[in-house]
C-alpha cells in the first residue's frame, strides 16, 4: 500500500463514507467547483454532484444552521470552513444551538464542522488560529485534532458516523508534511482515546496535532543529549478527553509537561493541569508544566510567528526543568 | 429534484383562498385564535399565582397572523415558531398540556424539563411526527436551520414546504440575512414569515432598520415577497397558502410581512413604558383580529352567536382538563439533568462532591429569594 498525505487521508475518508451512506453530504465555501482552499474536497463534485457536494455563500451561520436543520432530519453534512478562524462566525449556531439541541429538545445534530487549523505556516492572525478551547467549553459538541494521516482518516471516518457534532481540526501544517500507510478496510478511529506516540519511562508529554511532532523530535534529543526516556501521549480527542490515558502516563513517568500551540491563557493545558492534579496529585513528582503559545494574536513574519508559537527548544528546555525538579 | 409543475390557478389574481374556505374551517380558525388566547389568559393566571417559573410571552392582539399563516400548512410541512406563535404551534399539532408544562416546568414536559415555554419541536419524517421545530433565544438562528431542513427535503424530493418566523427585530440579525440569502440561491421550499408587531423588546420598528418596510428586502434577495394585514385571519392565510403553493411548486422561497402589532410587554414582567400614550388601547379597541373575524363571522357568514359560544365553552374545558394534568404532573428529578447530553455517552457523571450527596431540596429555592441574604443576621438562612 502506498503512502498518502494527511490531506489525502481526510479526502479518503470523505470519499468513503460519502460512497457508504446516501445521507453523507459535503457543504462549504468553495469545495466544489473549486476542490477547497486546500484542494481537501478536489474531485468530489465530479463524483458525487451538486447535491452532495454544495458550494454556499460566503456564510458560516447558515453553513452551520443548515447542517444542524438538516442533521434534524437524519442526514450526516460535513461542512467545511475553509479556514477554521471563521468558525467564530459560527459560534452562536454552534455553542447555542447546535451544542445544546440534543439536550435541550432531543433534537439529534449528526454533523461534522472541520476545516483548515493551526500556525506554523506564516498565515498570519486569520489564517493560522487554534479556537479549539473555546469549544472544549462547550457542552454537547466534541472535538478531534489528530497529528497523523492514520488518525486523520479514522477519526473522520469515526466523526461522520458519530451521533452527534464532532468539530475536526485539520492541521495545515501536517496537510502535506506528514504521510502514512492507511490501514487496510474499513479504518475508523474511535473519538474519545488518545495514543502513546513514544514509550517513556522518565517523563510523559501531552499533546496533541502539530506539537506532537514537535515534541517527538524533542524526544529524540532528550534521548540523545540527556538520556531521558520521554513518553509521547497524542491525545487526538480533546472532547471528551481520555482521563485514563492521561492518569496512566502520570502514574507511570510521575512528571508531566502540557504542550500545545494554542494560547496558554483558557487553553486545555491548564484544564488536564487541574485534573491530574484533583485525581493523581500523589502521584507527581514535579508540578505539571506548561508550553504553550504565547497569549499573543499570532503575527505574520516568521521571526515573529516563531517566537510566539512554542518549537522544538522550548520543549526540551521545559524538559529538562520538569526531570530536574 | 423532482420536477415540479406549476399547478393552475396558484397565482396572484387567483381568487382569494382564506375568504373561498368554507365555513367549518373558518370556525376552526376561530377555534385556534381563541384557544391561544384563552390557554394564555390560564397561563397569566398560573403566572400570577408563581407556578410558571420562568417568564411568561404573550402573544395577544397577535393570534391571527400565527394561526391564518401556519393553517395555511399541511402536516408533513414544517414550521418553525417564534416566542408569540403560540397560535402556530397549537395548529401544528402541540397540546395545551405540553404548553403548560412546559411553562410549569415539569418532569413530563416535551423537554423534560430542560427548556422554557414553546420551546419544543416534534420533527422528523412525515406522518409521524408533527412538524414543528422550536426556536431558541438567538434571534434569527431557526432561519439557516429551517434552510437546512428544506434542504433536506428538496435533496429527498420530498413534497415538503417549511415556515420560519422571525420577528421585526430579527430581522437585523446576521443569521436571518445569511439564511434566507441561503435558501434563496438554493431555490428551497421555504416561506420566511416576517411578523411585523412594531416593537423588539422595546425598540421600535424605526430603530431595527432604515427600510421603509421589511417587505422591501425582499427584492435584495431576490426573492417572492408580500405584505398583508397580519389582523385579518383570512388575508394572512390567503398570502401564506400562495407562498407555500410557490414553495410546493419549487419556485422557491417567499419573505411575507404580517403587520400586526403587540399588546403586551416583551414578556409579562415588562411594564411598556417605552410605548407612546393610548397607542395599545386604540389596537385593542379597534383592530383586535379575535374581535374583527367574530364581525365576519356574524355578519357575513351568518353564523349564530350560539356557535362561537359554544367553541368557547369547549376550549375553557379543554385549558381546564390541561391545566389539571399539567399541575398533577411531577417535576424533573434533580438527576435527570445528567442524562443525554451526548448520544454517547447518554449519561454524565456526577462531580465527586454530588456522589452520594443528599439531593433532595434542590430546585426548591424560588428565583425571588435570592439577594435576600442578610448580612446582620450571618451565614446561611
Not at chain 1, 187 to 204: C, M, N, Q
Not at chain 1, 217 to 235: M, T
Not at chain 2, 40 to 52: G, I, N, S
Request: aromatic share 8%.
Amino acid at each position: 500500500m502506498a503512502e498518502i498525505t494527511y490531506l489525502e487521508a481526510i479526502r479518503e475518508a470523505l470519499d468513503e463514507e460519502l460512497q457508504r451512506d446516501p445521507n453523507v453530504f459535503l457543504m462549504g465555501e468553495d469545495i466544489g467547483a473549486y476542490g477547497g482552499a486546500f484542494k481537501v474536497t478536489d474531485g468530489l463534485l465530479a463524483k458525487y454532484g451538486e447535491q452532495r457536494v454544495i458550494d454556499t455563500p460566503i456564510s458560516e451561520i447558515a453553513i452551520v444552521g443548515a447542517a444542524a436543520g438538516a442533521g434534524h432530519m437524519g442526514m450526516r453534512p460535513v461542512v467545511e470552513m475553509q479556514f477554521i478562524d471563521f468558525i467564530a462566525n459560527a459560534y452562536d449556531m454552534l455553542t447555542n444551538y447546535v451544542a445544546t439541541a440534543r439536550y435541550r429538545a432531543f433534537l439529534p445534530c449528526p454533523m461534522v464542522v472541520r476545516g483548515p487549523s493551526g500556525g506554523y505556516v506564516r498565515g498570519g492572525p486569520f489564517h493560522s488560529q487554534n479556537p479549539e478551547a473555546g469549544f472544549i467549553h462547550t457542552p454537547g459538541l466534541k472535538v478531534v485534532y489528530p497529528a497523523t494521516a492514520e488518525d486523520a482518516k479514522g477519526l473522520m471516518k469515526a466523526a461522520i458516523r458519530d451521533d452527534d457534532c464532532v468539530l475536526f481540526f485539520e492541521h495545515k501544517y501536517l496537510y502535506r508534511r506528514v504521510k502514512g500507510v492507511m490501514p487496510a478496510g474499513d479504518h475508523v478511529v474511535p473519538i474519545g482515546k488518545a495514543r502513546t506516540a513514544r514509550e517513556g519511562r522518565d517523563l510523559s508529554i501531552i499533546t496533541y496535532a502539530a506539537t506532537v511532532h514537535k515534541a517527538l523530535e524533542a524526544a529524540e534529543r532528550l534521548q540523545a543529549e540527556d538520556g531521558l526516556s520521554v513518553e509521547v501521549i497524542d491525545l487526538r480527542t480533546l472532547a471528551p478527553l481520555d482521563d485514563e490515558a492521561i492518569f496512566a502516563t502520570v502514574r507511570k513517568t510521575n512528571r508531566v509537561l502540557v504542550v500545545h500551540e494554542d494560547t496558554r491563557t483558557g487553553g486545555i493545558a491548564g484544564e488536564i493541569t487541574a485534573r491530574i492534579n484533583e485525581t493523581c496529585f500523589a502521584h507527581l513528582d514535579a508540578p505539571v508544566l506548561r508550553v504553550t503559545a504565547h497569549d499573543i494574536p499570532l503575527p505574520y513574519a516568521p521571526a515573529l510567528e516563531d517566537f510566539v508559537l512554542p518549537q522544538v527548544a522550548d520543549i526540551v528546555t521545559a524538559a529538562r526543568r520538569l526531570a530536574a525538579w | 429534484m423532482a420536477a415540479r409543475r406549476r399547478r393552475a390557478g396558484d397565482g396572484p389574481g387567483a381568487q382569494h383562498l382564506g375568504e373561498a374556505l368554507p365555513l367549518e374551517r373558518k370556525l376552526e380558525l376561530y377555534y385556534w385564535m381563541r384557544l391561544t388566547r384563552t390557554l394564555e389568559e390560564r397561563l397569566v393566571a398560573l403566572y400570577r399565582q408563581t407556578k410558571v417559573v420562568g417568564g411568561l410571552f404573550r402573544s395577544l392582539g397577535q393570534e391571527a397572523d400565527a394561526v391564518g399563516s401556519c393553517y395555511a400548512l399541511e402536516s408533513r410541512d414544517v414550521m418553525s415558531p417564534l416566542i408569540r406563535n403560540m397560535g402556530a404551534m397549537l395548529v401544528k399539532g402541540a397540546t395545551p398540556v405540553e404548553i403548560l408544562k412546559q411553562y410549569m416546568a415539569k418532569g413530563d414536559s416535551p423537554t423534560r424539563g430542560r427548556e422554557l415555554n414553546i420551546h419544543f419541536g416534534d420533527i422528523g419524517e412525515a406522518g409521524k411526527t408533527r412538524g414543528f421545530l422550536g426556536q431558541i433565544s438567538p434571534l434569527g438562528d431557526m432561519v439557516p436551520v429551517m434552510a437546512g431542513v428544506t434542504m433536506t427535503f428538496k435533496m429527498r424530493g420530498e413534497d415538503r414546504v417549511g415556515l420560519v418566523y422571525v420577528g421585526d427585530g430579527a430581522t437585523s440579525t446576521g443569521a436571518f440575512h445569511e439564511g434566507i440569502n441561503f435558501a434563496a440561491v438554493q431555490k428551497l421550499p421555504l416561506v420566511v414569515i416576517i411578523e411585523n408587531n412594531g416593537y423588539a423588546y422595546s425598540t421600535p420598528t424605526h430603530k431595527q432598520t432604515a427600510a421603509k418596510q421589511f417587505v422591501d428586502k425582499a427584492i435584495g434577495y431576490g426573492v417572492h415577497g408580500e405584505q398583508v394585514d397580519g389582523n385579518d385571519v383570512l388575508a394572512v392565510y390567503d398570502v401564506t397558502k400562495r407562498a407555500v403553493d410557490r414553495a410546493r411548486a419549487g419556485e422557491g422561497v417567499s419573505l411575507l410581512e404580517l403587520m400586526t402589532y403587540r399588546r403586551k410587554g416583551h414578556a409579562e414582567h415588562d411594564n411598556q413604558s417605552y410605548v407612546p400614550p393610548g397607542e395599545i388601547e386604540t389596537w385593542a379597541e379597534q383592530n383586535d383580529p379575535i374581535d374583527r373575524f367574530v364581525r365576519v363571522l356574524l355578519d357575513r357568514e351568518k353564523v349564530p352567536q350560539a356557535t362561537l359560544d359554544e367553541i368557547d365553552a369547549r376550549i375553557h374545558r379543554e385549558v381546564d382538563a390541561a391545566t389539571d394534568v399539567a399541575e398533577a404532573a411531577p417535576f424533573p428529578e434533580p438527576h435527570d439533568a445528567l442524562i443525554g447530553v451526548y448520544a454517547d455517552p447518554p449519561v454524565e457523571r456526577p462531580l465527586w462532591y454530588r456522589e452520594g450527596a443528599d439531593v433532595s431540596g434542590l430546585g426548591r429555592e424560588r428565583a425571588e429569594g435570592w439577594g435576600t441574604y442578610d448580612a446582620a443576621k450571618g451565614g446561611a438562612r
